[in-house]
């Protein structure tokens, strides 16, 4: 922020550009630790424009200097949370990551159920089977039938 | 009655703090936190009462004035959301208590679960409270933090894979809200949402539009609508029981209140009614055409979940006093039946070992009560009569039909398109899980479903019973609210008294 006061200097302004286009840029990434990257850069340039958007000047301390010259305080107040959660995310982040290579051997972020599901099927040439009614007369779901030899099973499951 | 107004989030968190520190004493845990819920729960109904007969309750924190400070607002609408956030976050606190101590269950809680449950609690209501843009970020944040933790509670691999995805779409959303706040900030030079109502609508209409439409963004990915709705189904379903119920209860609910406060108190006018009615239409119908496709009982509910919060931006898209009554009486409703749905899956889960439609059935013979407690919730959120669920919808499309116009008519047909796919969606469960040939995914016979978990859910689905019997009074509540909400004074001249400095 400059003394004089004549609005955010062109240097910020571009390293917000820089930090958010980068930070998207990461966050469309498969793996998780560049997708933290992502979100850390992603982060710090937002909290540079929160900055940017109060008024430049001295630092906000009374007695310091004449009150009209002074930097807005706000922002700043904004700012110190804003970096706190970010923060705290970051490490929750960290631990998921870590997490992740621990259990999978990676920090890829893999497809969605339903992808993976469409993508098997697919791979096997067949329409998807979305009646789960069950097909014949034994799955027929308008039907209560007790389904009798399965039952008489269970019983003598239970007798021995 | 000023004083009791930051009691719903100063009690939980600092029983978060008490039952982080008794972590090795389940019992007395678990006492602090129903007794933090139901206080909490007794404060709100206060709240509701003073705000309904005498207008908004405002505190200033720290004595700060207004414009500067932090303001905690219970507003009707303020104080209704924090009412049925408590309740249902107590009973699913019980349900939880009860899933604890049965001897079946998987995942039982672990000692972290009561404190980040408070936590959640304390973000959900903060809120609804805050007074101003950053304190609402700031609420958000809280219950986002804690959401976190309890989607990978236990850390298991199926939960770390969709919490991934859970946490970086929710961070995402998070840093285009706090950046649309910083914009609203170098915009207006405030924060404030009574002071920003004023300056806002001084300022040049292409600027005003992109500070609404960047807010409208975050939030709608929060509230998951639909394009920006694909994390929920994937993310929600792998999460315990108790957990799932009260995400999809509150979570997606909290984006739709921000929703409303954004499109009512900050831009009126309606100019982004258009985009918002196109988005509602395509929630509803693309939302409830994932669900018919589903085979698993919490991702088909996770996505009528999606469908059915088209209903309410649809509602607040037609910025009328009929159209946002309706809006917030679906919301109070939807928190209800959407959360006690989630817990009767978990007990579908507890008693048959599986949510998997192709692996259970006959429900209905071997536990009758399960299957009127699915039975009633269900037809609710399908819209079937006498049930809150067809007043909502009744409410809603009455007042899309009243507004008129081309878009408004294709809105209310989707609706009832949407309504008619739900009541399929419903009995198509129905018909699977409860009334086809008994099969269980577990061989072995089943112990007793816990007391307190099917208590719980009994007290739920008498909630959403409770909502139809008092939908007259509960409709001149929400009305009167939304009345307020459009003139935008009572709130204004409440939290500045002096005026707009």
């Known amino acids: ?160 | 009655m000023s004083a009791l107004l930051p009691l719903p989030v100063v009690v939980p968190l600092l029983g978060a703090a008490l039952s982080l520190l008794l972590a090795g004493k389940p019992r007395l845990q678990r006492t602090i936190s129903v007794l933090c819920l139901s206080g909490t729960l007794l404060v709100a109904v206060l709240l509701l009462v003073q705000a309904y007969r005498h207008g908004p309750v405002v505190v200033a924190v720290g004595a700060w004035p207004p414009p500067v400070g932090i303001v905690l607002v219970a507003d009707q609408l303020a104080a209704l959301m924090l009412v049925v956030s408590s309740a249902v976050t107590l009973c699913v606190l019980l349900y939880s208590v009860g899933q604890g101590r049965s001897e079946t269950s998987e995942s039982s809680p672990v000692s972290i679960f009561h404190p980040t449950y408070l936590v959640l609690t304390a973000g959900v209501t903060n809120a609804f409270l805050a007074g101003d843009l950053f304190n609402l970020f700031v609420g958000f944040e809280i219950l986002l933090a804690a959401s976190f933790v309890l989607i990978t509670l236990g850390g298991t691999e199926a939960r770390i894979r969709t919490g991934s995805t859970y946490v970086v779409v929710s961070i995402l959303s998070s840093m285009i809200f706090l950046t649309s706040v910083g914009l609203v900030y170098a915009a207006t030079g405030t924060l404030n949402l009574a002071q920003l109502a004023e300056r806002l609508d001084d300022l040049p209409g292409g600027v005003r539009l992109a500070l609404e439409l960047m807010l409208l963004l975050a939030f709608a990915i929060k509230a998951a609508v639909f394009p920006l709705s694909a994390w929920l189904p994937d993310s929600y379903p792998t999460a315990p029981a108790p957990v799932t119920a009260v995400f999809a209860g509150l979570l997606t609910k909290v984006g739709v209140y921000a929703i409303i406060r954004t499109e009512t108190l900050l831009f009126p006018g309606g100019r982004a009614d258009k985009l918002l009615m196109v988005v509602a239409g395509l929630t509803m119908v693309v939302g409830i055409l994932g669900a018919v496709a589903q085979s698993d009982l919490k991702r088909l509910f996770s996505f009528t979940l999606v469908s059915h919060i088209g209903y309410m931006i649809f509602g607040v898209a037609l910025s009328t006093a009929a159209g946002l009554s309706g809006a917030i009486f679906y919301v109070v409703h939807h928190i209800t039946i959407q959360t006690t749905l989630f817990l009767v899956a978990g007990l579908v889960e507890e008693r048959a070992g599986s949510t998997d439609l192709r692996r259970i059935g006959g429900l209905a013979r071997a536990a009758p009560l399960l299957g009127v407690l699915f039975f009633v919730p269900a037809m609710n959120l399908a819209g079937v009569p006498p049930f809150s669920g067809f007043l909502g919808k009744l409410g809603l499309l009455q007042a899309g039909v009243a507004a008129g116009g081309p878009l408004p008519g294709v809105l209310v047909a989707a609706g009832t398109l949407t309504s008619l796919l739900t009541l399929y969606v419903a009995s198509r469960a129905w018909n699977i899980a409860f009334w086809r040939a008994p099969r269980t995914a577990t061989s072995e016979p089943v112990a007793q479903l816990p007391r307190l978990m099917v208590g719980a859910t009994v007290a739920l689905v008498a909630l959403g019973l409770a909502l139809t019997v008092l939908a007259g009074p509960l409709f001149d509540v929400t009305a009167d609210a939304a009345g307020d909400l459009l003139l935008r004074t009572p709130y204004v001249s409440a939290v500045l008294p002096g005026g707009v400095p």
């Open chain 1, 1 to 160: 922020m400059t003394e004089s006061g004549a609005g955010p200097t062109l240097v910020l302004v571009l390293a917000v550009a820089v930090l958010v286009g980068c930070g998207v840029i990461l966050l469309l990434e498969r793996s998780l630790t560049r997708v933290l990257l992502g979100i850390i850069m992603l982060g710090n340039g937002v909290n540079v424009l929160i900055l940017l958007g109060g008024r430049p000047g001295g630092a906000p301390i009374v007695g310091s200097g004449p009150v009209e010259r002074m930097s807005d305080p706000l922002p700043q107040a904004m700012v110190l949370t804003a970096i706190v959660i970010t923060f705290g995310f970051t490490a929750f982040l960290l631990a998921v990551a870590y997490r992740s290579w621990y259990l999978s051997g990676d920090d890829e972020v893999p497809d969605d159920l339903e992808d993976r599901q469409i993508i098997r099927r697919a791979g096997r040439n067949e329409a998807s089977a979305a009646d789960l009614g069950g097909e014949g007369p034994n799955g027929d779901p308008e039907q209560v039938d007790p389904e009798p030899a399965r039952r008489r099973l269970r019983r003598g499951d239970d007798g021995q």
